[in-house]
């Protein structure tokens, strides 16, 4: 069967507003039928700021405008620079199945881009940068000059707009990461990246932002899509100078080590940042006081944020998305993966270092007609062909009988301690039973406070893959301590 087409965006949502609504509708015009799958900043964004309202009220206005899944960008990704920011969401689309990235920008130019993209990732880029950079200029300044020597100077202008320069970004990460994913360039209509006032209909996030914050709630819901107003509207908004006096609390206990620990921070800059936070009484200050030509305003926040959130530079590198999740019952059912298909991305998933959930299950109908064993044992078997034993430690197997994903339905305990005892005997048939042994094969069929004692006191059962049970936190918390 042909894989379908599935749209992507990366987006902060800060809030939704009419330019995210335009461009959702105008790729999904480019593509009729397809999903639009969004990965979205979760509480922190790429400008070192709390989002305005929580990640679950700007999901409902994504998916209330025209968006048919929102996943989380990691905060390691959502607060980091435009190159990390853009690779992280393409590394978690492209593991999500996304075959289209689409985005704004203000050229709509996708060759142009293209240009621009290709020689930042070529072999002469770093040659022409360097001079720059030994003068001392910005990198930000270097950058443009280098890329000036390279291309057409035209060409080299779409990267001095941020949206062009994020699209940019996100052309480079996906010839990087996901080569045959394509991508699709949407015009950004109205108001500028960060513009006052309202241009075509169209107020930009930043503005809608700071009538929020200044208690202007019905002036910002008029320039929203009604359906995202209408969440809006149950909101209370959110800035990091509501912390403030914490924050400085932890800025001015921070060491010059503290501060090196964190990425994008080195030369120097760690011992002006120890000094603002001692002589700063506002965030404001603080950073006004450590920008310069050299460190932006941007880059300053952004490390504010991550020593507020005690993160470190190895947090960033091990931002990698460690787990992916393949064979669901959903993706089977709505997207058309087969057996086949589930063991060349089990293939594909391998190959680029990542961790695999390998999710195995019968319908109701083949477990009534007795066949559940021959059902899974097949799916395990396809699904690990070419996978050798040292690869097997990085596949966690669930077991998830399709008739009870998200119905509240689950299997009894004899069941499901059975049928994970099958797919551990199909894996002894191919590794071995000491390989088998080892492998974590957990139930993940609706797994919640109320079975779960009964569930992993079964001498098969390895751990759960929990689903609804996750979305509250009382029931996951009482999930994750069961034994306590």
């Not at 509708?25 to 969004?38: D, M, R």
């Not at 501060?259 to 000094?275: K, Q, S, Y």
């Not at 393949?326 to 997207?335: A, K």
Request: charged content about 20%; glycine content about 8%; some cysteine.
């Amino acid at each position: 069967m042909e894989e379908r087409t599935c749209i992507g965006i990366i987006a902060e949502f800060d809030p939704f507003h009419r330019g995210h609504a335009h461009l959702i509708a105008q790729a999904k015009a480019a593509l009729p039928g397809a999903p639009v799958v969004c990965a979205m900043s979760g509480p922190f964004t790429q400008r070192g700021e709390a989002a305005i309202v929580s990640k679950y009220a700007r999901a409902e206005m994504a998916v209330r405008c025209g968006a048919d899944l929102v996943v989380e960008l990691p905060v390691q990704w959502a607060v980091s620079s435009a190159e990390s920011f853009a690779r992280g969401g393409v590394q978690i689309l492209h593991a999500l199945g996304v075959t289209h990235l689409a985005f704004g920008s203000e050229s709509g130019d996708l060759t142009a881009l293209q240009i621009v993209a290709q020689a930042l990732d070529s072999a002469a880029f770093p040659d022409a940068l360097r001079p720059y950079l030994q003068q001392g200029l910005p990198f930000a300044s270097a950058r443009q000059k280098a890329l000036e020597t390279l291309v057409e100077a035209e060409t080299a202008e779409h990267l001095t707009r941020p949206n062009n320069l994020l699209g940019i970004e996100y052309l480079r990460a996906i010839q990087t990461l996901a080569p045959e994913m394509r991508a699709l360039t949407v015009p950004r209509v109205g108001a500028a990246h960060n513009a006052a006032g309202v241009h075509q209909g169209v107020a930009s996030a930043s503005q809608l932002r700071q009538w929020l914050l200044a208690g202007e709630l019905e002036r910002a819901c008029a320039q929203m899509p009604e359906p995202a107003a209408a969440v809006l509207r149950g909101q209370t908004p959110a800035a990091l100078t509501y912390n403030a006096r914490g924050i400085l609390t932890l800025l001015r206990r921070m060491t010059p080590e503290d501060w090196r620990a964190l990425p994008d921070c080195g030369e120097g800059l760690e011992h002006r940042l120890c000094r603002a936070a001692a002589e700063s009484t506002t965030l404001e200050q603080f950073w006004d006081t450590v920008k310069s030509k050299r460190y932006a305003h941007a880059r300053i926040r952004r490390l504010t944020l991550w020593a507020y959130l005690g993160l470190t530079r190895q947090t960033q590198w091990a931002a990698g998305v460690p787990y992916v999740i393949i064979g669901h019952s959903e993706r089977r059912q709505y997207f058309g993966e087969t057996d086949v298909t589930v063991r060349n991305r089990v293939r594909a998933a391998l190959n680029e270092g990542l961790k695999v959930i390998l999710c195995v299950g019968e319908v109701l109908s083949e477990r009534k007609d007795g066949i559940t064993s021959q059902i899974v044992s097949a799916q395990t078997e396809i699904a690990l062909g070419g996978v050798s034993a040292d690869e097997l430690k990085n596949i966690i197997i669930a077991y998830e009988p399709v008739w009870a994903i998200g119905t509240g339905l689950t299997a009894t305990d004899e069941q499901a301690n059975e049928t994970i005892g099958v797919i551990r005997k199909a894996v002894a048939r191919k590794y071995g039973q000491d390989v088998a042994d080892a492998v974590r094969i957990q139930y993940g069929g609706s797994m919640n406070p109320k079975n779960v004692k009964g569930l992993m006191a079964q001498p098969e059962i390895d751990g759960g893959l929990i689903g609804g049970a996750s979305l509250k936190a009382p029931d996951f918390t009482q999930v994750v301590l069961y034994n306590k």
